[in-house]
């Protein structure tokens, strides 16, 4: 016996918590009339395992069981159904049940129980229904015999060719009439793509003898010929016309008309292309023969281009004459030539907040070739008003970031690359960054960098990303008084002004590796996969040994007149993707990461070091305050609040990070204000480490044998408003376990949970010790899922 119960949404997340409290003493049943009842459950019996979720499916919408959480929203705020908020109470009803019973008769017929019957029965208590649908199966068919009939013998040798690939009716298996169904799809689908353009489903036809006592099934497959032939057709494609609107989708101006080569003929209402931003990406080549999944390839790809708004599929006009060719016309709508974005970004906890402020204008094709260029302007500044000690306006840090990207939907290159447009559009990009970043009393550090990449796809799910070249230099100057106290005895940091405050170039190259990105908005099984590596320095390197070039005071080699570094750096993102029907799903990731300098080398670029906490790793620590390891800020700083403030967010980073995040997702309500609310519940864990021990971080290095001490690890629950186009996210985490304590005092929820929500000894003494307020939650405001 199966029982279904749609969730009831009360899961351990802030709104629903909330919602139970609130609305524990709330009926169900509100608003319906004595004489009616609310459709709580459904309960199916005897039918076979596999098939008993997927028969849930047949009972009429209005007759599902609702969500406790849908219903009581659309209590508060549909006003009686004039807004459409929540989901209307499923009231029963009697003609929708033995509809329901009879749609999933005819289901289960389908999978092979042909004799299949099944009965309903409504249980009332206390105006709440139970559906009970009670199936007698019968035996189960399956086929004995399976044989063809196909007068045209091309059409033939092609299903033959392929049958076995793509059949689903094999002798001894199952009678489905999904099967057949399927088998009818893959022989259209199959013709379609050898040039019978004029073929149609309704040509396949399948006969079935199911009056044999043994319950099995005969099955025969014909493929009728068009009326009055003796054979299919095969069209080839002949002449292509392109014509491109305004972005209104006017073509009342004046065109531009260009004949191309003996294809194609081009028409350009807007005056913005040029040919071959289409061309290059029409895959149906005259004179080959017509194949529907060209013709999907074409729509798709013009639509990746990002500059068109309206890529509809071609129409197709046949040559008035017996030689089966099709002239094709594609239309097309372009986007708006220019575009800006504002975007903003608030966090907050316990008297740090800050915000985020970008602006992006796109030219969406500059030189009339689809090259789309983008330019960045971003602000950043955090204040800490609850232990700021070094600037009176409370402001501790800002970042000031200009940006373009200029990229091509091609590859640009010296070489001769063929056009990788078969499984997705490749790009060339050009890019320019620049960043100032500015903490008063202690540093101003510039970085510029420049770059060309080049990304395209081996296959629909491999995409790989080249950067040939890559120049990025950096300048550090630490205010003289910050200076004079980091390389005081007492302190010992002479390593940290190095990092911070020195000036130093390097180029270099990059590779990143994706798999599967294709899957990420599915509610599939799959595993996703991303590495990196990027090396920097060898070059220069051999050109500075080569020219014997001179050394500084550290002895390290120079180039016109600076240092330059010299590291590798790898990480990688693992994802296992587990669904658990519908919208539930379960993601395990991994995320770790090393940077190593070399050679010319001592560190890293302060840049390229690893950080942790925030939005999408350790959810429970803000950004850059965690680790690295086990390093205790208020140890190391002691009292000195002045110094532990001064330093706050830029001194805890490491060359090695390790973060694990295990997630699970479920819908909790369709309609909440035009959105899908959804819930997570999660945890965390990782940290950064140093590569071997440092003065400046004691503890922080990284050991095997103290792998488990040094690793943080944060739960929570969270709220994603999903409006399809994007998703607002709101996670609320807690630290479970503080590396930067010991031993059991570790487990700070666990031992210190009385004063979560007000001041207790522990909280003192971390307030008296440290100068700082322990936060042991964080909110965290998102846009897009953290991964």
């Known amino acids: 016996m199966k029982a279904y119960t749609k969730p009831a949404g009360y899961r351990f997340t802030i709104l629903s918590i909330l919602l139970l409290i609130i609305g524990s003493g709330c009926s169900v049943t509100r608003g319906i009339r004595k004489d009616q009842a609310l459709v709580r459950k459904i309960t199916i019996k005897g039918i076979d395992d596999q098939f008993s979720e997927a028969a849930l499916n047949y009972v009429d919408k209005d007759q599902q069981p609702n969500n406790k959480l849908n219903l009581q929203f659309y209590y508060w705020f549909s006003n009686n159904g004039k807004r459409n908020i929540g989901e209307a109470p499923a009231i029963l009803d009697s003609s929708l049940v033995d509809y329901s019973r009879g ?26 229904a139970e559906l009970v649908f009670t199936a007698e199966e019968g035996p189960l068919f399956r086929i004995r015999k399976f044989e063809d009939s196909i007068p045209d013998k091309k059409v033939r040798d092609i299903y033959l060719a392929n049958r076995t690939k793509m059949s689903h009716i094999q002798p001894g298996g199952r009678f489905d009439m999904d099967s057949l169904a399927h088998d009818r799809d893959e022989i259209y689908l199959l013709m379609k793509r050898n040039g019978y353009f004029d073929f149609y489903r309704q040509y396949v036809n399948f006969n079935y003898d199911s009056t044999f006592n043994s319950s099995v099934v005969d099955v025969k497959m014909t493929i009728d010929n068009p009326p009055g032939k003796t054979e299919h057709p095969v069209y080839t494609i002949n002449n292509t016309l392109i014509t491109i609107s305004t972005s209104n989708g006017k073509t009342a101006t004046k065109e531009d008309t260009l004949k191309v080569d003996s294809q194609y003929r081009f028409v350009d209402f807007s005056h913005r292309f040029v040919p071959r931003v289409v061309t290059d990406y029409n895959f149906q080549k005259k004179g080959k023969l017509y194949n529907i999944d060209m013709q999907t390839l074409t729509t798709t790809r013009l639509s990746e281009l990002n500059v068109f708004r309206n890529v509809p599929n071609p129409i197709y006009e046949k040559l008035p004459d017996s030689t089966h060719r099709l002239n094709t016309k594609i239309d097309i709508i372009p986007l708006k030539h220019y575009s800006d974005r504002v975007e903003g970004e608030f966090l907050f906890a316990n008297g740090r907040y800050g915000y985020n402020i970008g602006n992006t204008f796109t030219n969406r094709n500059l030189f009339k070739q689809a090259a789309i260029l983008e330019f960045k302007v971003n602000w950043s500044i955090l204040f800490d008003n609850g232990s700021n000690t070094t600037n009176s306006n409370g402001i501790q840090n800002q970042e000031f970031r200009v940006g373009a990207n200029l990229t091509f939907p091609r590859i640009l290159s010296p070489f001769d690359f063929p056009l990788q447009g078969k499984f997705g559009v490749p790009h060339t990009t050009f890019s320019t960054n620049y960043s100032l970043f500015y903490q008063k009393g202690l540093v101003t550090r510039q970085s510029f960098v420049n770059s060309i990449s080049y990304d395209f796809w081996e296959t629909t799910r491999k995409q790989h990303t080249i950067t040939p070249i890559n120049i990025e230099f950096s300048k550090g100057t630490i205010d003289p008084a910050a200076r004079d106290t980091l390389v005081k005895p007492e302190y010992n940091r002479y390593s940290y002004v190095y990092l911070i405050g020195r000036t130093v170039f390097t180029t270099g190259s990059q590779y990143t590796f994706q798999y599967n990105a294709i899957e990420l908005n599915t ?33 390290q080699r120079t180039l016109f007149g600076y240092t330059f570094s010299q590291y590798t750096k790898t990480d990688m993102d693992l994802r296992i993707y587990r669904s658990f029907g519908g919208e539930r799903q379960f993601i395990f990731r991994i995320n770790p990461g090393i940077g190593v300098p070399y050679g010319n080398s001592s560190s890293l670029i302060f840049e390229k070091n690893f950080y942790t906490g925030g939005a999408n790793d350790m959810r429970a620590w803000l950004p850059r305050t965690l680790g690295p390891g086990q390093f205790n800020r208020a140890t190391y700083y002691g009292t000195d609040d002045v110094q532990r403030n001064k330093y706050k967010y830029i001194d805890q980073f490491g060359e090695i990070k390790i973060v694990a995040n295990a997630e699970y997702r479920y819908k909790l309500v369709d309609n909440f204000f035009g959105a899908k609310l959804k819930g997570a519940v999660f945890m965390d864990a990782g940290n950064i480490w140093r590569l071997g021990k440092k003065a400046e971080n004691p503890g922080g290095e990284f050991r095997l044998n103290n792998l488990y001490q040094s690793t943080a690890l944060g739960i929570g629950t969270g709220l994603r408003f999903d409006l399809s186009f994007f998703v607002f996210r709101l996670d609320y985490a807690f630290k479970l376990k503080d590396p930067q304590f010991n031993g059991a005092d570790q487990w700070v929820l666990f031992k210190h949970s009385n004063e979560l929500f007000h001041t207790g000894d522990f909280k003192t003494n971390y307030l008296k010790t440290t100068g700082d307020n322990y936060n042991f939650a964080q909110l965290n405001f998102g846009i897009g899922l953290p991964f």
């Open 103 to 128: 749609q999933m008769e005819k289901f289960i017929q389908s999978k092979g129980y042909v004799k299949a019957k099944i009965t309903d029965t409504v249980i009332i208590k206390k105006r709440r």
């Open 523 to 555: 509610y599939d099984n799959f595993t996703y996969f991303r590495g990196s590596l990027d090396i920097g320095g060898n070059f220069l390197s051999l050109l500075s040994n080569s020219f014997n070039t001179k050394r500084d005071t550290l002895g």
